[in-house]
T-cell receptor
Framework: EADIYQTPRYLVIGTGKKITLECSQT?????MYWYQQDPGMELHLIHY???????EKGDLSSESTVSRIRTEHFPLTLESARPSHTSQYLC????????????FGNGTRLTVT | DQQVKQNSPSLSVQEGRISILNCDYT??????FLWYKKYPAEGPTFLIS?????DKNEDGRFTVFLNKSAKHLSLHIVPSQPGDSAVYFC?????????????FGQGTRLTINP
């Protein structure tokens, strides 16, 4: 049973639209992450947060932005979607333990036409 | 430059036999390694991990081996079961980031045949 929820699961949208991918977790984790994955490829970290009002960019440059106003909520926004943004976006969370593994949501598969 | 590499995109194994998935890394600063398992339409789930101070970690049917000199790790599944059919990702991290700022490989699709 998932403790981290992502909506929508699938999204097909036209170029230029603004979109927000939602991510919520019920585990009380302070740390949250967004990864991007193209089919058959590795996951790339695009954003992370260590707690409320904390956001950092990951290793892969992304035109998306994130916010962390509440501990449980970590939405990702694209102001103007482009076909190059077509990908799967995976949200994850973890607690503060040094070796605490990431818990992933089921992802949002985004297609920009 | 890909720092974590899984050179086998796919692997097919008979049920009951051993599955061995391999992973190579290039960054000598990596000191913590994890394996994640992913079913279709689901997010990855944590399977097993190993710190660089060890060369083996075992959890039930799953064992991870680490060869630091070769910058190589492997995941052994014994015996393999149909439910093990999934994509397996190797991941690594360095220093104080622990298990969390991870660098992933491309994944290996494991198919267990009855």
């Amino acid at each position: 049973e998932a403790d981290i929820y992502q909506t929508p699961r699938y999204l097909v949208i036209g170029t230029g639209k603004k979109i927000t991918l939602e991510c919520s977790q019920t585990m009380g984790h302070d740390k949250m992450y967004w990864y991007q994955q193209d089919p058959g490829m590795e996951l790339h970290l695009i954003h992370y947060s260590y707690g409320v009002n904390s956001t950092e960019k990951g290793d892969l440059s992304s035109e998306s932005t994130v916010s962390r106003i509440r501990t449980e909520h970590f939405p990702l926004t694209l102001e103007s979607a482009r076909p190059s943004h077509t990908s799967q976006y995976l949200c994850a969370s973890s607690d503060w333990g040094f070796n605490s593994p990431l818990h992933f949501g089921n992802g949002t598969r985004l297609t920009v036409t | 430059d890909q720092q974590v590499k899984q050179n086998s995109p796919s692997l097919s194994v008979q049920e009951g036999r051993i599955s061995i998935l391999n992973c190579d890394y290039t960054n000598s600063m990596f000191d913590y390694f994890l394996w994640y398992k992913k079913y279709p339409a689901e997010g990855p789930t944590f399977l097993i991990s190993i710190s660089s101070i060890k060369d083996k970690n075992e959890d039930g049917r799953f064992t991870v081996f680490l060869n630091k000199s070769a910058k190589h790790l492997s995941l052994h599944i014994v015996p393999s079961q149909p439910g093990d059919s999934a994509v397996y990702f190797c991941a690594a991290s360095a220093g104080i980031q622990g298990a969390q700022k991870l660098v992933f490989g491309q994944g290996t699709r494991l198919t267990i045949n009855p």
